[in-house]
Structure formats: C-alpha cells, structure tokens
C-alpha cells in the first residue's frame, strides 16, 4: 500500500504542478504572440541545436522534450512541413532516424530564444532569490536522479 502523504506534501506537490502549467501557458502564449512558435518547437530546436551536429536520434529526442514517441514523430512531421529540422536515416539501424535542424530552424531559435529568455526572466527567475533558485535548482535535479532511466 501507498504511503499517504502529509498535507505539507500534498500542498508542494500541487503547487509545483501549478506552477508548471501557469508558467509553461504564460510562455507559450508569449513565443505564439510574439514569434508565432509553439513552444513545443521551441524545446525541439533548443535540445537539436544543443545536440553534437546539430542532430539527435528520435529516441533521444523524445526522451528530451519528454513526448511519447509516436508525439514526437507528429511534432517533427509539423516542423518539418516548416521547414525548421530535416530527417536523416541512421545507417546503423534501418528503423533509426535522426532529427536534424536546419539553416531555417537555427534562425527561428535566434528570433524566439529573446522572447524565451525574457519570459523565463519575468515570470520565474525574478520572484526567486539565489538561495531559491539553488534550492529550487538542487532539488529538482535529486527528483530527476532519482528516477528509474529506461
């Protein structure tokens, strides 16, 4: 059985979850507005550009933006009707493909990343002193490790 948690507990856990989506929908409706992205093309392009070449295995880079599989593949099939990443074969596994961004991609991450950033800043970072944001920091991290890795 379950071990029940202390309302201490249970008010973190909504809180964090509140404050996930709050602050997620407030940058997705700014990077709409001001550069017409999805945010969800935002995180494709911030991990792909990040990645060595400029590329990562679907696989990968579901497991990075956190969508199933089957998410991803419509998500990259939509940017790439845009024109913003490329698929690739991979040559040591006929079932393998790699993401790849594009000239086209790298440009419209340059143009949001400011819009990003800004709101990061304004509706996140400056409500939280150092000491928070490295508790905040720590704390998150040790949650993640503390996950089984498929």
Known sequence: MAEALSGRELAAWRAFLRAHATLLGTLERELEAQRGMPIAFYDVLAQLAEADGGRLRMRELAE?????????????????????????????DRRGAFAMITSAGRK???????????????????HLSREETDVLAGAMERLVDAQPHS
Do not use: I, N
């Open 64 to 92: 990075a933006v956190l969508l199933s599989r089957s998410g991803l593949t419509r998500l990259v099939d939509r940017m790439e009707r845009a024109g913003y990443v490329s698929r690739e074969r991979c040559t040591d």
């Open 108 to 126: 419209a991450l340059r143009q949001a990343s400011p819009v990003h950033a800004r709101g990061v800043a304004e509706h996140f970072a400056r």
